[in-house]
């Protein structure tokens, strides 16, 4: 049985408001809550049992996805009392695990939207005889990332946490978040205190003189840790530039889930997905964006690469570029919201007193 842990504990705070109700990976993507993509790509890759590394609103998990059935797992789940940090939280669901002490379990952030050949990945844990697998993708700016140096072979030589000269700079490949542990190497994390990987777990494995093995995939490769990304990850899934076997219709420009209302001349286009209950107005414009269930976009708004949240009302000829509406939030109609702002949940923003003139 080929096993993984999913770590989704992660409070979000950098995705606020979008996660102020929602956990991160529950909060949706193309259509569906963003750990499904995570779990559907997971069986198509031959995961038969995932456990659910949770923390953060942990009772949304299971209500949702069972015990995994519908997707063809088996799902179990393990709540931490106290954030435990990425190290700290794969120790703890250790007990869960069925493999034996040699075998390779996948393990996964909760937050990371991959083209990961995920096969490909597990062979290469096996045909190196590492002990810790990871997944490593190249970025043209890499100082926001920890740099993970390799020799020729795929060995990694070192970790380099967020470089910020440019000799410190030695790499242009950052840890991509997917890894392959050997089961027994899980078992020398300590228990009970939080542990980071990035920080701690691989780079004392390293000085010990572990096999750390790095697999460059270069495939589609996005950190949804803000806003912006979201939007612009599920804007990929429903375009197909990211592969997902669980996005519930045809790619293309635009997705809309049954029970979404949109007016015959609405325009969406740009990955643009309208959830279920939701309502579009007639004269609008949706590019690269999610309105989220329930939410209402009234007539002639112009909507750019933002996100809608449930249950949220956009007033008529409203412009919103960049920006995030949050859960139940009301946007009065005639104001123009520009890139990286945010409406709070249940937040109310008056109408404004002057309208766009018919050329805008």
């Avoid at 000829?317 to 009301?330: E, F, K, N, Q």
Wanted: aromatic share 4%; net charge negative.
């Amino acid at each position: 049985m080929t096993e993984a842990i999913l770590l989704v504990g992660g409070k979000g705070t950098r995705l606020r408001p979008l996660t102020v109700h929602t956990p991160k990976p529950m909060v949706p993507a193309a259509g569906v809550p963003f750990l499904t993509h995570q779990l559907a790509r997971a069986r198509a890759a031959g995961v038969e049992h995932v456990v659910l590394a949770t923390s953060y609103l942990a009772e949304v998990f299971e209500p949702y996805f069972g015990d995994g059935s519908s997707l063809g797992l088996h799902l179990e789940y393990v709540t931490e009392v106290e954030p435990l940090g990425t190290g700290g939280a794969i120790r703890n669901v250790a007990s869960r695990l069925h493999s034996g002490p040699d075998d390779p379990v996948l393990i996964f952030n909760g937050d990371i939207l991959t083209g990961l050949d995920i096969p490909a990945l597990l062979d290469t844990h096996r045909t190196s005889g590492a002990d810790v697998s990871l997944h490593l993708t190249r970025v043209e700016d890499p100082r926001a990332f920890g740099l993970v140096p390799t020799d020729g072979t795929g060995r990694v030589t070192a970790f380099l946490e967020k470089p910020q000269t440019p000799e410190e700079i030695v790499t242009d490949q950052i840890n991509a978040g997917a890894y392959v542990f050997r089961r027994s190497v899980i078992d020398t994390v300590p228990a009970g205190r939080p542990v980071s990987v990035e920080r701690e777990t691989f780079p004392d494995l390293l000085a010990s003189g572990a096999h750390l093995q790095g697999m460059v995939d270069s495939t589609y490769w996005l950190d949804l840790g803000t806003p912006q990304a979201f939007v612009r990850g599920s804007a990929d899934l429903v375009l197909g530039r990211a592969p997902s076997p669980a996005v519930p219709g045809r790619t293309g420009e635009s997705l809309v889930l049954p029970g979404a209302v949109v007016a015959p001349d609405a325009k969406l286009s740009g990955g643009t997905v309208i959830a279920e209950g939701a309502e579009v107005g007639a004269g609008t414009t949706v590019h690269g964006s999610a309105v989220l269930a329930g939410a209402v976009v009234e007539p002639g708004a112009v909507i750019t690469d933002s996100l809608i949240g449930a249950g949220a009302r956009v007033g008529a000829r409203t412009h919103l570029t960049g920006a995030v509406v949050g859960d139940a939030a009301v946007v009065g109609a005639d104001n123009e919201l520009r890139e990286g702002t945010r409406i709070w949940c249940e937040a109310t923003l008056p109408p404004a007193t002057i309208r766009f003139s018919s050329d805008r």
